[in-house]
């Protein structure tokens, strides 16, 4: 099976490296790879073109776009940059960040799940992240959920959901849409990927409104989304974040801002999150 990987990357010298070097050491190589370089100010570009001069496969795409940092909106129209200067000759479209190194099985363990069953639209491994010499898992998910940093897309699958949204939530809304569509989402502990940059190290008080205008906007209502960002703030062990999700939450509902969803995948969503709250509950 082909695959694709689209990297957008902002700033990225001290880490865009590692993550190529990891992507040409797999032993089975991608076909492409194109490193969407949005709006860097450092020397982003020329370690990729020095790595694009020695591996054909390997292709640069500049794209100028605002310097803030926002979860969600900006990452992903640098992703669809990257996207639309790929041809359709894929199996796989794999969206992934810049600064992860790859254990060198990954791709080809991640092409055997696809093989295994036709109905297996998402895989991915788990994020690991250092602490005190070690490396933990960075878990501030579930174990089912697979990671923004290394999405792993059928590209049937890609096609159905209809790509990626913009907007924070893009990396829960796009599993829930799989779901929706009877797709299944593969996660496979034994693929420990290195995450050099802790998710959310950049965000700002804007971006954790983001947060909870992404519950709203996935169609969770209220209820489920106070379970949500209580149980997200307790993870990241910063309870004051759930006012903060809240908060967000009905500026988005005031505003009323447009859903990712259509009514009828929203209705679809919330029983699911039900059903997965009973089932941790009894």
């Not at 849409?177 to 502990?189: A, P, Q």
Request: contains cysteine; charged residues 25%; glycine residues 6%.
């Amino acid at each position: 099976m082909k695959y694709y990987i689209v990297i957008p990357a902002h700033n990225e010298q001290d880490l865009i490296g590692l993550t190529l070097e990891s992507l040409i050491s797999q032993t089975v190589l991608p076909t492409k790879i194109v490193v969407v370089n949005d709006n860097s100010t450092d020397k982003t570009e020329e370690i990729v073109l020095e790595f694009a001069q020695k591996n054909p496969f390997i292709s640069i795409v500049n794209k100028t776009s605002d310097a803030i940092h926002m979860p969600g909106s900006k990452v992903i129209q640098a992703f669809q940059k990257g996207f639309e200067t790929l041809d359709n000759d894929y199996d796989i479209l794999v969206k992934i960040d810049g600064d992860l190194i790859f254990p060198s099985n990954y791709f080809e363990t991640i092409i055997k799940h696809f093989q295994s069953d036709s109905k297996i639209g998402m895989a991915g491994g788990f994020c690991y992240i250092e602490k005190n010499g070690e490396w933990v898992l960075e878990n501030l998910t579930d174990k089912d959920h697979i990671r923004g940093a290394l999405k792993a897309y059928r590209k049937e699958t890609y096609q159905q959901i209809g790509g990626l949204k913009p907007a924070m939530g893009w990396d829960t809304v796009d599993e829930l849409l799989c779901k929706y569509y009877g797709w299944k989402i593969v996660t496979d502990t034994s693929l420990h990927v290195k995450h050099l940059k802790p998710t959310g190290a950049n965000y700002n008080k804007t971006a954790r409104y983001k947060q909870g205008e992404a519950f709203f906007t996935l169609g969770y209502g209220f209820w489920i989304t106070a379970i949500a960002s209580a149980k997200l703030a307790m993870m990241k062990k910063k309870p004051l974040l759930f006012f903060d999700y809240i908060k967000g939450f009905w500026k988005a509902k005031t505003a009323k801002t447009p859903l990712l969803v259509t009514p009828e995948q929203a209705k679809f969503i919330r029983k699911y999150r039900f059903q997965k709250m009973k089932q941790k509950l009894f």
